[in-house]
């Protein structure tokens, strides 16, 4: 008598389909994986979780699509091919490049929000590089894109600091802007040490703290401690 068709063990497209189940059983759970699959996988949802957002923020995000605009009204549009997701270290939410492209680095993200900071900041160095002549090496340019970059994103929104631990209330916003540009001069590899990163961006500050271009205004969203000079 012959064997049942449809057992497993004989019917090599059942035993196809098994092994995939097997497969993606392992995916899920983590169990039967080698280190190496299992990182690998880690990664690829990261990517596809990083491209999904991107693809949303690219259609719907109010200060994404506006910065989006206004560089292709510069003259400096930038194809969604243009920002890519790739894993980066631990200390980097994103990156941008004078060439222009930019870097979102997949698994920073808690959330879409944060991404959507992180895009929008990026989009403004683009901006200021597209209609400023910005020299990344010149320590008060990169100071003054890093001060409008940072006071513009939303990256120093009053919940975003608690979570960081930074939860003064007095001048909070400059405070949270002050820091991070300061940190982002220091990596420039034409920063000697911290005094000089400090001293940049103390030089640019007034100037470039008040140049919300092409926004109207400051996006503050925390109480509203921060007067622009009339
Ligand atoms: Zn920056």
């Known amino acids: 008598m012959d064997p049942p068709s449809s057992a497993p063990a004989t019917n090599p497209s059942e035993s196809r ?11 899920a759970t983590g169990l039967g994986l080698t280190p190496e699959e299992r990182e690998r996988y ?3 949802q990261k990517h596809a979780r990083c491209e999904k957002w ?9 200060p994404v699509v506006f910065m989006l605009k206004h560089l292709r009204l510069s003259g400096c549009a930038v194809p969604p091919s243009n920002i890519v997701c790739g894993s980066c270290d631990s200390t980097r939410s ?25 895009l929008t900041h990026e989009l403004i160095h683009m901006y200021d590089h597209c209609k400023f002549n910005v020299d990344w090496y010149n320590l008060r340019h990169h100071a003054c894109s890093e001060i409008r970059a940072n006071s513009l994103s939303g990256d ?11 939860a003064s209330f007095s001048k909070q916003h400059q405070a949270c802007v ?3 540009a300061i940190l982002s001069v220091r ?3 034409k920063c000697p040490d911290e005094a000089a990163a400090e001293r940049a961006v103390n030089e640019v500050w ?3 703290f008040n140049d919300t271009r092409p926004f109207d205004e400051a996006r503050v969203t925390t109480v509203p401690l921060v007067r622009r000079k009339s």
Request: aromatic share 8%.
């Open 206 to 208: 007034e100037s470039c």
């Open 54 to 62: 991107k693809t949303e923020l690219l259609s719907y995000s109010p």
């Open 94 to 118: 994103g990156g941008f490049h004078p060439s222009g492209a930019i870097v979102l680095c997949q698994g920073h993200f808690g959330g879409k929000r944060h991404m959507q900071d992180t």
């Open 187 to 189: 990596e420039n590899p």
């Open 156 to 166: 120093c929104r009053f919940m975003r600091e608690i979570g960081r631990g930074n």
């Open 178 to 180: 002050r820091r991070r």
């Open 42 to 44: 880690v990664e690829e």
């Open 17 to 27: 389909a098994f092994r995939r189940w097997l497969k993606q059983a392992s995916l």
